[in-house]
C-alpha cells in the first residue's frame, strides 16, 4: 500500500469528523438584583437562545455596594431564572457567592430539547376584521359622547 495514499485517507477521516462535532461554548448573561420585569424576561429570552443552539449559559449576578447586604435578593432572582427556564435548562453548578458576584451555570437539556421539537403544535393566527360601517372618527366621537353621558350621570 501507498504511504502517500494511506496518509490522504487519515487525513479525509479526520476532516470528515470534525464535521460532525458541534463546538460548545460558554456564553454568560449578567444581572443586578435590582433588574426591571422587562429586562429580566430580555436575558431570559437570550438564555433561552443560547441554550436552543447548544451553548452552556453562565448566570452572573453582581452585587455593588450595599447590595452585598441581601445575597437573598439576588438567591431569589437565579431562582426566577431557573422557574422560567423550567425543563430546557439541567443546573450544573448551583448558585455559589464568590466576592461580589453569585453565578451559576446552566446547560441544555438533550432530553427536553428533543420533546419539544417533537410537540410543536402549528398555530395559525386568528384573522381581526374591522367593522366597514363607521370610519374611526365617528367612532371616537360616539365613545367621547358616551363618556360624557356616563360622567354627567355620576355627577347627578
Do not use: C, W
Not at 429570552?45 to 435578593?73: D, I
Not at 448558585?95 to 421539537?117: C, F, H, I, N, W
Amino acid at each position: 500500500m501507498d504511504f502517500g495514499k494511506f496518509r490522504y485517507e487519515e487525513a479525509q477521516r479526520l476532516k470528515e469528523s470534525r464535521k460532525k462535532t458541534v463546538q460548545i461554548t460558554m456564553k454568560e448573561v449578567k444581572f443586578k438584583p435590582k433588574i426591571a420585569k422587562g429586562d429580566f424576561n430580555t436575558k431570559v429570552r437570550r438564555m433561552l437562545e443560547f441554550l436552543n443552539e447548544g451553548h452552556k449559559v453562565k448566570v452572573t449576578l453582581q452585587f455593588r455596594g450595599r447590595e452585598m447586604a441581601h445575597p437573598e435578593l439576588g438567591s431569589k432572582i437565579l431562582d426566577a431564572v431557573i422557574e422560567q427556564l423550567g425543563p430546557i435548562a439541567k443546573i450544573d453548578t448551583s448558585a455559589r457567592l464568590e466576592g461580589r458576584s453569585m453565578t451559576m451555570v446552566l446547560s441544555p437539556d438533550k432530553k427536553a430539547a428533543k420533546r419539544s421539537a417533537s410537540q410543536k403544535p402549528a398555530v395559525a393566527k386568528p384573522a381581526v376584521a374591522k367593522p366597514a360601517t363607521q370610519n374611526s372618527t365617528e367612532t371616537e366621537s360616539s365613545n367621547a359622547k358616551d363618556e360624557n353621558i356616563e360622567d354627567s350621570k355620576k355627577a347627578v
